[in-house]
C-alpha cells in the first residue's frame, strides 16, 4: 500500500514536471500573460512567486488529480515534519555554527557548477534526509502561507527545500545555498527564508530547457543558464532573478581525432517504439554511409539499446570519455548535445526524423544555439528530406 502510494505520488508529480504536448505554447503563453496580471497586483513579496508557479504548474491537472496529489502532500508533510522532529532532538543541545562567507550548501552535483565560481569555496553536500526545523523555521513557514493562503500542495516541497537549507546553515554556517530548483513551486518562500537569513539563494539550471508553464514566476537571488537563449527563456518564463549567462561546460575543450566516423547516440529514455523504428532506419542509413555506430542509454532507462544490434556504452562511463572517444554525437534532444558543442570538437546530429515533438520543442524556443552552425548536422538533411 505504501510503495503503491509512493508511485501514485511521483506519478503526479511528474504530470506537473512534464510538458503537456497536446497543448500549444501560444495557449500556454495566453495563461502565463493572464497569470503575470494578477501577479501584478500582489505585493512583491517572494513569497507570492511560489503561488503563482504552483498555478502554472497545475493549469492542465484535472481536479481529481489535484485532490489526490493534495492528499498525497498531507501524508507527505507529515513524514517530512517527522525526519525534521528526529534531527531537532539531535541538534537540540548543539549551538549553530556562526556564519562564513565562504561556506556553500549544495544538494545535487558539483557538476553544475563552474570552476570559476567555486574558488575559495567550501562545498557542502546536503542529502535527502539531511533536514532540520527549529520553532522560529516553523513560524516563518506557517506566516508565509497565512500571506499567500494555505495549500499543502505547495507546503510538502516548501517544507522539505526550507529543511534542507536550515540543517545547512545549522551543521555548517553556510552564506549561500547553490540549489537547482527552477521547477520548484517552492523556490519563492525559499528565497524568502534565505533573504531572512542573509543567505545567498543560487539557482543553476541543470538539464535542457524550454518554455513551458512548470518552470514560471521562479525566483532567486541569481539564476545561472549556460547561454544567452536559455536567458530568454527564463525572462519570458518571469522568473523573478538576476540571471547570469555562464556555462559550466565552456572549460576544457576535450578532443578527439576528427578523422573517424564513430558515432554515438544518446537515448533520452522515453523515446516510443515507433520511434525506436525510425531510429533504427536512420542508424542504418548512417552504417550504410561509413559510421560506426555505437549507444549509450539514459542511466534511469536501460532498455532502449536493446532493441538494436550496435555496441553500447556502458551507462557509468563519463560524458567526457564518450566524447574523446567519438568523433560524432547523436540523439533526439539531451543535454549531451549542448555538452559535447561547449566542451569537445564532436560534431552533432540532431535527429529531427525520429522526434515527434522536434516542431513543438522548436516552438517552445528549443535549439537556436544550433541553428547556422557547421559543426551541427540535421538528419533530415542528411536524408534530403
Known amino acids: 500500500m505504501i510503495q503503491y502510494l509512493i508511485i501514485k505520488y511521483k506519478s503526479l508529480k ?36 511560489s503561488l503563482f508557479q504552483y498555478k502554472a504548474q497545475v493549469y492542465h491537472l484535472n481536479k481529481k488529480k489535484r485532490t489526490v496529489l493534495a492528499f498525497l502532500s498531507t501524508i507527505t508533510v507529515f513524514y517530512l515534519l517527522l525526519l525534521c522532529f528526529c534531527n531537532y532532538i539531535k541538534f537540540f543541545l548543539k ?5 562564513d562567507k565562504n561556506k556553500v550548501a549544495y544538494f545535487y552535483s558539483k557538476s553544475i557548477f563552474s570552476e570559476k565560481i567555486q574558488v575559495n569555496k567550501t562545498l557542502h553536500f546536503i542529502a535527502v534526509k539531511d533536514l532540520f526545523l527549529s520553532c522560529n523555521d516553523l513560524l ?17 516541497p516548501t517544507i522539505f527545500r ?25 523556490s519563492g518562500i525559499l528565497h524568502a527564508y534565505c533573504k531572512k537569513h542573509d543567505i545567498l539563494l543560487m539557482n543553476f539550471m541543470h538539464g535542457d530547457k524550454v518554455l513551458s508553464l512548470r518552470d514560471s514566476f521562479s525566483s532567486f537571488d541569481f539564476f545561472y543558464c549556460w547561454d544567452q537563449a536559455y536567458k530568454e527563456i527564463f525572462e519570458k518564463l518571469l522568473t523573478n532573478s ?11 575543450i576535450l578532443l578527439n581525432t576528427g578523422v573517424t566516423k564513430k558515432l554515438c547516440y544518446f537515448f533520452h529514455g522515453c523515446e516510443t517504439f515507433e520511434e525506436i523504428e525510425l531510429i533504427r532506419e536512420n542508424l542504418f542509413f548512417l552504417k550504410t554511409n561509413g559510421f560506426t555506430i555505437y549507444l549509450k542509454d539514459h542511466p534511469r532507462n536501460e532498455c532502449r539499446s ?29 543535454t549531451v548535445l549542448y555538452e559535447s558543442f561547449f566542451q569537445s570538437n564532436c560534431n552533432l546530429i540532431i535527429d529531427d526524423i525520429s522526434n515527434r515533438k522536434y516542431l513543438k520543442l522548436k516552438e517552445r524556443g528549443w535549439g537556436k544555439l544550433f541553428e ?3 559543426r551541427v548536422f540535421f538528419m533530415s538533411k542528411m536524408l534530403n528530406i
Request: net charge negative; glycine share 2%.
Open 162 to 186: 526550507v529543511a534542507q537549507v536550515a540543517y545547512a546553515k545549522k551543521k555548517y554556517g553556510i552564506s549561500e545555498a547553490w540549489v537547482n530548483m527552477e521547477y520548484s513551486c517552492a
Open 140 to 156: 516563518f513557514i506557517f506566516k508565509s502561507f497565512r500571506k499567500i493562503g494555505f495549500n499543502v500542495n505547495i507546503l510538502s
Open 242 to 252: 538576476q540571471i547570469i549567462v555562464e556555462s559550466p561546460f565552456a572549460q576544457n
Open 306 to 334: 536493446s532493441y538494436f544490434d550496435y555496441e553500447v556504452v556502458d551507462t557509468s562511463k563519463r560524458i567526457s570519455d564518450v566524447l574523446v572517444e567519438h568523433d560524432y554525437i547523436m540523439s533526439q534532444y539531451s
Open 372 to 374: 547556422e552552425n557547421s
Open 14 to 49: 511528474q504530470d506537473i514536471a512534464s510538458i503537456n504536448w497536446n497543448s500549444s505554447w501560444e495557449e500556454e503563453e495566453k495563461y502565463l500573460v493572464e497569470l503575470k496580471d494578477e501577479r501584478s497586483r500582489y505585493p512583491d513579496d517572494f513569497e507570492f512567486d
Open 95 to 99: 549551538k549553530e555554527k556562526s556564519k
